[in-house]
């Protein structure tokens, strides 16, 4: 594989990745890979983690598949020693778990009068119970694991924490107010812990993705006949390049994060990869 992919070689390096059943977290998984490191897989789905560490290695990499709930801290702790009894300790923490759930999510993205009385899922009958599965798989789910690797990483110099934030941390989508939420908390959060972190020389940084298709936002992007929603062509319309995201194009800024050289004395910030839609004023 190749060791040296844009400039960044992890030849030796242990990184863990979280959320590594899905489509991003498991581009994340293989561009690690593809640049040296020793790529800890891990996702409640362990079969489809599996699938992509044994992608990984067929090309050449060493990646082995973790069944790992993020939001256990039994389990965090279990796979973080499991980890370090196979591959090494962790230089590299992605946390890449999270998601949105249809209990916290309306169906409208504006409120009209009468909407209260109609059945459909409008703000005042959220479930407050898939708002708080919302909240704790993506603030908790990056909080929990991060306890369980970042002791890893004490006393250790050149170890890297990277976060998934998103653009709805930035300005919150219609529909979503639990998930928006919640990923303004991982921005906060990035700042918090590359604080807290900054005497032991870990740097903790987060890339905030804009618009992938994806199988957790299909959807709301696709109808059942494959053509755009309403939503897409407003996403589409506000992003001035145009066009979705491909997973691909996350790499550059990862691997720019995660390189001590490069990005030594950058630590706590948010990164936004989003052809350009938190630059546009819609004007």
Not at 46 to 68: H, L, N, P, R, T
Not at 137 to 152: D, E, R, V, Y
Request: proline share 4%; glycine share 10%.
């Amino acid at each position: 594989m190749n060791k040296n992919v844009f400039g960044t070689d992890l030849t030796g390096k242990v990184a863990v990745v979280t959320g590594a059943g899905g489509v991003l977290c498991s581009s994340f998984a293989k561009t690690l890979a593809a640049a040296g490191a020793k790529v800890a897989l891990l996702d409640i789905n362990e079969e489809a983690a599996k699938a992509f560490a044994d992608e990984i290695v067929a090309e050449g990499g060493v990646a082995k598949a973790y069944k790992c709930n993020v939001l256990d801290k039994d389990s965090c702790n279990d796979v973080a020693e499991a980890v370090k009894a196979d591959l090494g300790l962790c230089d590299i923490l992605l946390n890449g778990a999270g998601g949105n759930n249809p209990r916290a999510t309306t169906d409208k993205e504006y409120y009209f009068s009468g909407d209260i009385d109609e059945d459909c899922k409008n703000f005042f009958n959220l479930d407050a119970e898939g708002v708080a599965f919302v909240f704790n798989l993506n603030f908790l789910g990056t909080l929990i694991p991060t306890q369980a690797f970042a002791k890893q990483m004490l006393g250790r110099e050149g170890c890297n924490i990277i976060n998934v934030s998103s653009m709805n941390a930035f300005t919150p989508l219609t529909k979503i107010p639990a998930y928006s939420g919640a990923k303004a908390a991982i921005s906060n959060f990035t700042q918090w812990l590359a604080v807290h972190f900054s005497k032991e020389g870990i740097r903790v940084n987060a890339i905030a993705p804009g618009f992938f298709s994806t199988k957790q936002n299909a959807a709301l992007l696709w109808n059942p006949d494959g053509s755009p929603t309403p939503r897409t062509d407003k996403i589409l319309a506000a992003t001035p390049m145009g066009r979705f995201g491909e997973a691909h194009e996350l790499d550059g800024a990862l691997l720019f994060l995660i390189n001590n050289d490069a990005a030594g004395f950058i630590t706590g910030v948010v990164l936004p990869v989003d052809g350009g839609f938190s630059s546009y004023s819609g004007v």
